[in-house]
């Protein structure tokens, strides 16, 4: 059996070096290793070996399976090597003049974030950002949503290991978690723990969410979220804010409804729909586009306002979903694959 193991690993050493395509490695594999591969065989005449001489051609076959293994994974990393290379093209001076003397153009996500700013930077609304890193005080606690809610499950939210430590995001509890953010509401929370109202603030940025990547899905995405806190603030101030939006945004002739719903830091709560039939590629005569609601008074008396004084509104969405509808896109993730015959359509 030793000279049939040496002739196996000289058979290999010799055959794997010269595959040049993955299939070819794939059945090469086979061949050696697989269930009727010739190791295999060998190892299936164990039984045929005296029980004296089985140590030494046990230990015998596993010495040739570690050395054909390792040819094995030389072959593979070669021709993973192989296809990387093909994939990158020819290798780049970057001392040298571009080939490509068009000016860069802005990608449709900021396209839309930059306009839906402008937009409501009329009507008095100030740009709010915050770290994308957060704690579950800021994302969960002081927003109303209770510790046993399905959006603080570890399969919806990306959480950090316990001994993970940032030292530019101050914990309100010592031993809550850090995760990435589910939605940029945390950011209406540090605004209002900073000062007192009138507070006025609009607050894009990217969320994350375990979501399984497809065409309307993805586990990284973009969100642009308002407050709007002030003495005798009513929803009929929320919805005249919303028709004004969608107006400038999609044309003056977008008209929003609202329907009822249930969102833990509003109360009462809306999904927000608009007509868009006249936008590319929209036939439905209602599209659903966001949530909004009062801010229930739960969150105000959690960052310190008497919510007998002070009302407020809130409302959100995705930009992605809006560049999908303005834009005619069908599918999001195109705007993450960095594609130059995509996104010079932006120009």
Known sequence: MQDQLSALLAKAAAELPGIVTRPDFEAAKARYVGPNGELTALMKQMGAVPKEQRPAVGKLINETKTQLQAHLD??????????????????????????????????????????????????????????????????????????????????????????????????????????????????????????????????????YRRDTTDATHSANFHQLECLYVDRNVTVRDLKALLDYVFASLLGKDTKTRFRPHYFGYTEPSFEVDLTATHLPKVKKPWIEIGGCGMVDPSVFEAVGYDPEIWSGYAFGMGLERLAMLLYGIDDIRYFYQNDLRFLKQFA
Do not use: W
């Open 74 to 207: 030389t072959a593979l990393a070669r021709l993973a090597s192989a296809e990387l290379a093909a994939q990158l093209g020819p290798a780049v001076d970057p001392t040298l003049p571009s080939p490509d003397p068009g000016p860069g153009t802005m990608h449709p996500l900021t396209l839309v974030r930059e306009e839906m700013c402008r937009i409501l930077r009329k009507v008095g609304f100030a740009v709010a950002d915050g770290p994308e890193v957060e704690t579950e005080y800021y994302c969960f606690d002081a927003l109303n949503t209770p510790a046993d809610h399905p959006a603080r499950d570890d399969k919806d939210t990306f959480y950090f290991p316990a001994a993970a430590r940032f030292g530019n995001v101050s914990k309100k509890v010592s031993d809550e978690k850090y995760l990435l953010r589910t939605h940029t509401s945390s950011v209406q929370i540090r605004t209002m723990l900073k000062g007192p109202p009138p507070i006025r603030i609009v607050s894009p940025g990217r969320v």
